[in-house]
């Protein structure tokens, strides 16, 4: 059964009892034992990463999103009782700076939109290679987006035709345009400082206030709401 521990403090992350940095927190909620039993295994071999609890439907994930607070939740989508897309958006709407990637074996266009319209950073499908998955994790840890590229793919052809320029109505400062197109583009945080001349402090600063303003939680959604704007070209993605 899930761990209860606190995942957002330090003092329930293992490693920190060794005096090591505290490692990113990670929920699992998938139906399948076999499945998050993997997963675990993998994830646990990364010095950096620890799975603070699990869950296999999606009402057990708002439970233990609530009580672990972790930094990352992989979410399947299908499971018997509430889907990962309802989960996805009542944990987002109690916690909108939790990083939710979804890991799953459907890439039907209804399932990737309606899950990143209900602020998912990253979808994945399972049989993404486990270095990637390793990287999408710690990315989507960082405040950054994991798009499979099948999945990006839809969202260009979704949003290529779609997206009519209008004025940033939500007064984003021309910096911080700059800064959201940019980070349209895939780069990390220290890329984005960078290519801006500016420090990677500065960069969060700069996306906490798009995020803010713009009413998201994540980088994804940033991008999209952009993309639907006009203001980011899809083809950057």
């Known amino acids: 059964m899930p761990d209860s521990a606190h995942a957002s403090d330090p003092a329930s992350d293992p490693a920190s009892e060794t005096g090591l940095p505290r490692r990113i927190a990670l929920l699992l909620v998938d139906d399948h034992p076999v499945v998050r039993k993997g997963t675990r295994e993998l994830l646990?071999?990364?010095?950096?990463?620890?799975?603070?609890?699990?869950?296999?439907?999606?009402?057990e994930a708002i439970a233990q999103a609530r009580a672990l607070k972790p930094d990352v939740i992989l979410m399947d989508v299908s499971m018997p009782g509430m889907n990962g897309i309802e989960a996805t958006r009542a944990i987002k709407a109690e916690q909108p700076r939790v990083g939710v990637l979804v890991l799953t074996s459907y890439d039907d266009d209804a399932y990737v939109f309606a899950l990143l319209e209900a602020g998912a950073a990253g979808y994945l499908l399972k049989n993404t290679s486990e270095d990637d998955l390793l990287g999408a994790v710690r990315a989507v840890a960082a405040g950054e987006s994991a798009l499979h590229p099948s999945v990006a793919r839809k969202v260009l052809e979704r949003f290529s035709a779609a997206a009519q320029p209008t004025p940033p109505e939500?007064?984003?400062?021309?910096?911080?345009?700059?800064?959201?197109?940019?980070?349209?583009?895939?780069?990390?945080?220290?890329?984005i400082?960078?290519?801006?001349?500016?420090?990677?402090?500065?960069v969060q600063v700069h996306l906490a206030n798009i995020f803010s303003k713009l009413g998201v939680g994540s980088r994804t959604e940033a991008v999209l709401y952009g993309i639907k704007r006009g203001w980011i070209d899809p083809k950057m993605l």
């Open 44 to 59: 646990e071999g990364e010095a950096d990463l620890y799975v603070a609890g699990e869950a296999a439907s999606g009402e």
């Open 170 to 191: 939500d007064d984003l400062s021309p910096r911080e345009l700059e800064v959201l197109r940019v980070a349209a583009t895939g780069r990390t945080n220290k890329e």
């Open 193 to 202: 400082a960078r290519d801006l001349d500016i420090s990677p402090r500065t």
